[in-house]
């Protein structure tokens, strides 16, 4: 149990155009959702929370504007990246925890962006 | 905010052992966690410390120190397929991520 995934697992874009990821919790219901980014040889670096029916927690320095973050229902959650630039282009990883209180998160197998 | 230093690469050899060193500064903790990063790939969890000590997961083990802000992975019985990127995080309910560990197993 506790599988998320994520799609596309790779996308090719033009400078300008927008792109949605999807994260799904396959088997469990997940309330908050965390999207992360993590750039060649660096860490993984919090982008947002994503709550359930509710507006996205963001990092300082992330704008939301440019990500934005939809979590529609307990097993989807979407990261767009609006007028990507090739900067954007980084490895995009969502994860979710199975239970509010659990300390474990589950990570999705990422997307990667490159932008063009 | 949150410091969180680990060494960039580790090599080692097939049947040794290797430890990999994480200190942390945090304004705050709950917990530290170990993950194991293939490459390309994302993350997958390992351990999680809350108290002092060592736990002990099969061939990993992991130890940690509040007072002293320090905790270890260690990696018995070293195989080839542990080559992969090794990431020290604090927190609770968010994850606070060092660069990760570079770890190289050679037959």
């Known amino acids: 149990g506790a599988v998320v995934s994520q799609h596309p697992s790779w996308v090719i874009c033009k400078s300008g155009t927008s792109v949605k990821i999807e994260c799904r919790s396959l088997d469990f219901q997940a309330t908050t959702m965390f999207w992360y980014r993590q750039f060649p040889k660096q860490s993984l670096m919090l982008m947002a929370t994503?709550?359930?029916?509710?507006?996205?927690?963001?990092e300082q320095g992330v704008e939301k504007d440019k990500f934005l973050i939809n979590h529609a229902s307990l097993t989807l959650s979407t990261l767009t990246v609006t007028s990507a630039h090739p900067e954007d282009s980084s490895f995009y990883i969502c994860?979710?925890?199975?239970?509010?209180?659990?300390?474990?998160?589950?990570f999705g197998p990422g997307t990667r962006l490159t932008v063009t | 905010g949150q410091n969180i230093d680990q060494p960039t690469e580790m090599t080692a050899t097939e049947g040794a052992i290797v430890q990999i060193n994480c200190t942390y500064q945090t304004s705050g903790f709950n917990g530290l966690f170990w993950y194991q990063q293939h490459a390309g790939e994302a993350p997958t969890f390992l351990s999680y410390n809350v108290l002092d000590g060592l736990e002990e997961k099969g061939r990993f083990s992991s130890f940690l120190s509040r007072s002293k802000g320090y905790s270890y992975l260690l990696l018995k019985e070293l195989q080839m397929k542990d080559s992969a990127s090794y990431l020290c995080a604090v927190g609770d309910y968010k994850l606070s991520f060092g660069a990760g560990t570079t770890v190289t197993v050679r037959a």
């Open positions: 994503s709550n359930e029916g509710s507006k996205a927690t963001y």
């Open positions: 994860s979710a925890r199975l239970r509010t209180g659990d300390y474990e998160q589950y």
